[in-house]
């Protein structure tokens, strides 16, 4: 997750990396974008695919656990609040929807389920998607989620990768020196991230 301000006041930090929060449905669906509106509608349990897209498969909701920065990032975006917050208030994620913790497993249940609808890191969807996992992830608001788009911020969901620290000493300085050389970018990205280089 990205630092809270508070945490910023007491804490040294450099930003390595940015991930992005994606939304995902089994590759059966039409669908191929889909807007803030429509997850709102969707994940309240108000609206249905066959409403959307005529698709006949009712929709069937993946969520995360509370605790898990997926979900933060979510009803930060969406406005929503898990129905499992304490004392959540507002428009809330349909109860329907199935909770699980990892990335791993809402990919599974979307992939096997054509009425599937999920939200997972963006390097994960991607890496699952190359190795034939039947999911396509969806553009939002009509942005395509891609290094780029991420990087300058127009794509509309966004956190920080951080090392945190409270001095910088001289075993830290020698580790951002790695990881900021052209082969420790490399691994940012091979580990889901969209490396930020020397910023």
Same mark, same amino acid.
């Given at each position: 997750?990205?630092?809270?301000?508070?945490?910023?006041?007491?804490?040294?930090?450099?930003?390595?990396?940015?991930?992005?929060?994606?939304?995902?449905?089994?590759?059966?669906?039409?669908?191929?974008?889909?807007?803030?509106?429509?997850?709102?509608?969707?994940?309240?349990?108000?609206?249905?695919?066959?409403?959307?897209?005529?698709?006949?498969?009712?929709?069937?909701?993946? %969520?995360?656990?509370?605790?898990?920065?997926?979900?933060?990032?979510?009803?930060?975006?969406?406005?929503?609040? %898990?129905?499992?917050?304490?004392?959540?208030?507002?428009?809330?994620? %349909?109860?329907?929807?199935?909770?699980?913790?990892?990335?791993?497993?809402?990919?599974?249940?979307?992939?096997?389920?054509?009425?599937?609808?999920?939200?997972?890191?963006?390097?994960?969807?991607?890496?699952?998607?190359?190795?034939?996992?039947?999911?396509?992830?969806?553009?939002?608001?009509?942005?395509?989620? %891609?290094?780029?788009?991420?990087?300058?911020?127009?794509?509309?969901?966004?956190?920080?990768?951080?090392?945190?620290?409270?001095?910088?000493?001289?075993?830290?300085?020698?580790?951002?020196?790695?990881?900021?050389?052209?082969?420790?970018?490399?691994?940012?990205?091979?580990?889901?991230?969209?490396?930020?280089?020397?910023?």
């Amino acid at each position: 997750r990205s630092l809270r301000a508070e945490e910023k006041v007491d804490l040294l930090y450099t930003t390595l990396g940015l991930a992005t929060l994606v939304f995902i449905v089994n590759e059966a669906n039409p669908q191929q974008s889909i807007s803030k509106a429509q997850l709102i509608s969707l994940y309240t349990g108000r609206t249905q695919w066959q409403q959307l897209n005529g698709f006949p498969w009712p929709v069937q909701l993946v %969520s995360k656990e509370v605790g898990r920065s997926t979900l933060d990032l979510f009803e930060a975006f969406s406005g929503l609040k %898990s129905p499992d917050r304490v004392g959540a208030v507002g428009l809330l994620i %349909s109860r329907s929807a199935t909770v699980i913790g990892s990335n791993l497993e809402s990919l599974t249940l979307v992939g096997g389920q054509h009425g599937g609808l999920g939200y997972v890191s963006f390097g994960t969807a991607a890496s699952f998607v190359k190795q034939g996992m039947p999911i396509r992830i969806m553009q939002l608001d009509g942005i395509t989620p %891609s290094a780029q788009t991420i990087q300058s911020g127009q794509y509309p969901i966004r956190r920080e990768l951080n090392l945190v620290y409270r001095e910088k000493t001289p075993a830290i300085e020698a580790l951002l020196s790695v990881l900021k050389t052209s082969r420790g970018q490399a691994v940012i990205n091979q580990a889901g991230f969209i490396a930020v280089g020397n910023r």
